[in-house]
């Protein structure tokens, strides 16, 4: 499954854009400030980047220098309401790979997030993620065992398919909540204990597979 990092401050045509990338069956982590993508970026790179530029905190072409620091390759899409000749170009300028102004449709939108990502032969909206004796969708959020069908929430699913990708390797406890419970650490951090008891509970038929909790570290899948 893709991962895309989604910038935009605009909290409610976030959630709409996210929404729409996510029935794509694309994975999406949605920012509302320059800073607190910047952070999610260096925490997890993503294969792709949709950025506003008018964004409090640090700018779009700010954070766009430092992607470009740090990661040479990852695609950049800037979505924005500055759509002069002027800015379009900066946007390039600063490695930017497409530019999609606002007003937009969505369907555009996603034709192009879509492009981007086939040129890095990463897109397979219909991927399965062998899990042992187990097969995850992540696209239609079931796990699989035999006959057996598990309906999983967004958030259990895409945890699940981390822990996976990340197997035998231990997964900050900082890291997760900040991909899946925007960095809030209090309540956030008793809900990720619930979320892994539940997963470990719909792969308890599978005596190889498991997920340690690596104390005051983080969690790691174990996969025999």
């Not at 029935?23 to 792709?48: E, N, T």
């Not at 969708?137 to 945890?159: D, V």
């Not at 597979?209 to 570290?217: A, E, F, L, P, W």
Request: net charge positive.
């Amino acid at each position: 499954m893709i991962d895309i990092l989604l910038v935009e401050d605009e909290e409610k045509l976030g959630r709409i854009v996210a929404d729409s990338l996510r029935a794509k069956s694309f994975r999406v982590r949605h920012c509302i400030d320059g800073m607190q993508a910047w952070k999610s970026f260096q925490l997890s790179k993503p294969d792709i980047v949709i950025l506003d530029i008018m964004m409090p905190k640090m700018d779009g072409f700010a954070l766009a220098e430092h992607i470009r620091e740090y990661d040479k390759a990852v695609p950049i899409l800037f979505l924005t309401a500055r759509s002069s000749v002027t800015d379009v170009l900066k946007g390039y300028d600063l490695g930017g790979n497409d530019y999609l102004r606002k007003p937009f449709h969505i369907e555009e939108l996603i034709a192009r997030v879509i492009s981007l990502v086939k040129m890095c032969n990463k897109y397979n909206p219909t991927d399965h993620i062998v899990i042992g004796k187990y097969v995850l969708n992540p696209a239609k959020q079931i796990l699989s065992f035999g006959e057996q069908h598990i309906p999983l929430s967004f958030r259990e699913s895409e945890l699940l398919r981390r822990l996976v990708e990340r197997r035998n390797t231990v997964i900050p406890r900082k890291e997760i909540l900040f991909e899946f419970w925007d960095g809030e650490q209090m309540s956030a951090g008793r809900s990720l204990d619930v979320f892994v008891s539940r997963l470990r509970k719909y792969l308890k038929e599978d005596p190889d597979i498991s997920i340690v909790n690596v104390r005051h570290v983080g969690y790691q899948m174990r996969i025999q």
